[in-house]
């Protein structure tokens, strides 16, 4: 029931549409979602995410999930990352990939819905640290379509593995343009 509203009002409603897929199979990824650009892009993420039907998550400071407002928090995929212990960001959330049996983190690189000239690289070594792939979504405004990437595990060399990455996104316009990261590979 929950998935068909979902599915009018991203197709029929929105007009929007998905393509390629994620595969269920594995069960622990870094999305990295680029652009993020509007607060748009939350929506579009928890539409597409009830659409494919499988768990995608989100990381915030472990004082978000206390009360009144943690159950909610969890229910929708989220997990408090605790700094305890001098373990950095990273680490912290590297940890998390170790206790859960499945946890696809979706994370935007850009970091703010601000233009950047350069992409924070902790989603790279969260998934270097964890062992686990990167997803390259794209929010595509200017084609109305969520666009799914291969999976893709880093080497080790950022300044290699990034442009790999980036060619994903090649073309995609953000709901506010002009703040879209468009570094072209």
Known sequence: ???????LIFFQWMGWKIEG??????????????PHTSWHDFYLGLL???????????IGKKELFRFPFG??????GGAPIDRVGNLNKVESIAKIFETRDEFRLAISPEGTRKKVK?????????????????????????????????????????????????????GVVGKIPENGFSQEY
């Open 21 to 34: 897929t994620l595969d269920e199979s594995i069960k622990k990824c870094v999305l990295m979602v680029i």
């Open 1 to 7: 029931m929950k998935k068909s509203f979902y599915k």
């Open 118 to 170: 350069e992409l924070r690289t902790g989603f790279y070594y969260i998934a270097l640290k964890a062992n686990v792939p990167i997803i390259p979504v794209a929010f595509d405004f200017g084609q109305k379509s969520v666009k799914m990437g291969q999976p893709f595990f880093p080497t080790s060399n950022y300044e290699k593995d990034l442009p790999i990455l980036l060619q994903h996104f090649n």
């Open 48 to 58: 597409t995410r009830g659409i494919i039907g499988i768990q995608m998550n989100f």
């Open 71 to 76: 159950f909610y928090f969890r229910w929708m």
